[in-house]
């Protein structure tokens, strides 16, 4: 399966985006998002199962959303609340095992797609 993540862009500070991450094909393993700011190591943001449970980092807790739309094979990440430490290159991904806070569990990873929030 290929994965293609879009929606970033530049938003102030309190505002919001909605990224997505279309599948290839159909997949029913655990989704989810990374993000990784310059000079830092790539980070757990958000996963979703197939059968949409969810898991946050405690630092998007209240703030991001999760979502799949199995039928249309496409994730979504609404984030709402955001603030300048949000900025990152965001990745999405599809995982092998459900250890999701962990990048080495990530069986294929998109493109990222940059979101940059200003003071």
């Known amino acids: 399966?290929?994965?293609?993540?879009s929606g970033g862009g530049l938003v102030q500070a309190g505002g919001s985006l909605r990224l997505s991450c279309a599948a290839?094909?159909?997949t029913s393993n655990t989704m989810g998002w990374f993000r990784q700011?310059?000079?830092k190591e790539r980070e757990f943001v958000?996963?979703?199962t197939w059968?949409?449970?969810?898991y946050y980092a405690d630092s998007v807790?209240?703030?991001?959303t999760i979502s799949r739309d199995n039928a249309k094979n496409t994730m979504y990440?609404?984030?709402n609340s955001l603030k300048p430490e949000?900025?990152?290159v965001y990745y999405c991904a599809t995982y092998s095992t459900q250890l999701y806070y962990n990048s080495a569990s990530v069986r294929t990873w998109g493109q990222g797609t940059q979101v940059t929030v200003s003071s």
């Not at 059968?51 to 969810?54: F, L, P, T």
């Open 61 to 64: 807790k209240g703030r991001f």
């Open 46 to 48: 958000a996963a979703v």
């Open 24 to 26: 290839s094909e159909r």
């Open 86 to 88: 949000d900025t990152a």
């Open 1 to 5: 399966v290929q994965l293609q993540a």
């Open 77 to 79: 990440l609404q984030m």
């Open 37 to 39: 700011a310059p000079e």
């Open 51 to 54: 059968n949409v449970n969810k």
